[in-house]
């Protein structure tokens, strides 16, 4: 347990340090060190990074599945901060979800081949929803990066999980525009949502789900 706690502090100071990195122009080390802490987003970024990474850690315990999870969560809160997606992270998380891939796909005796395929095959779908979306109505419905998230989402967890993943998360961000319009009065046809940070939204409440299910057939077994 307190290996956990140290594992979610560090990860958390990192995430936080890189998430200040790229939406500010500071690169230097101590300049950036001090001026992240000075934020209060960034203390609630630090806060979330460590909640979420403990929760994570003690219900799946330290593997492929958490790297997996943190990155994405950390993906997710630069799309908050930002908008958008530092190209460097989003292929390392590609790599990594290809990479547990492999190590899932040797264990469970299936075709990794297949499953990389299949992957990329969800990142094509959403690509193909994009390009009819644009030539219909002018406007994006989901960003490039977006699209290579998908596809890493996909190449991990399956091609089911995935596509359930994403209805969650998307069935999060609906809600979230709701409150945003009846509390906040914001206009929801100009309003950019970081789809990145509700994919893992969604992607985690499946894991969590399937965690459950698992667990009662264990002990009905």
Known sequence: MIGFVFLSLFYALVGTLLIHLYSSEQTHFSTLFRSSFVSIRCRIYFIVLFIVSFVVLWWFDAGAVYVVLMLLLLLGLIDIQCLALPD???????????????????????????????????????????????????????????????SSVG????????????????????????????????????????????????????????????SENLLNA
């Open 155 to 214: 190449i991990a967890f399956g091609v089911l999980d995935a596509f359930v993943g994403v209805f969650l998360g998307s069935v999060a961000a609906l809600f979230y525009a709701i409150v945003l319009r009846v509390f906040y009065k914001v206009n929801l046809v100009n309003l950019k949502l970081p789809f990145c940070f509700f994919i893992f939204v969604g992607v985690l409440l499946n894991l969590i789900w399937l965690h459950f299910i698992l």
């Open 88 to 150: 460097v992270l989003n292929f390392l998380f590609l790599l990594v979800c290809v990479a547990f891939a492999f190590l899932d796909s040797m264990a469970m005796q299936e075709s990794f081949m297949q499953r990389v395929l299949l992957g990329f095959g969800v990142g094509g779908v959403f690509f193909t929803l994009k390009i009819m979306y644009q030539s219909l109505a002018r406007k994006d419905i989901v960003g490039e990066a977006d699209i290579i998230v998908l």
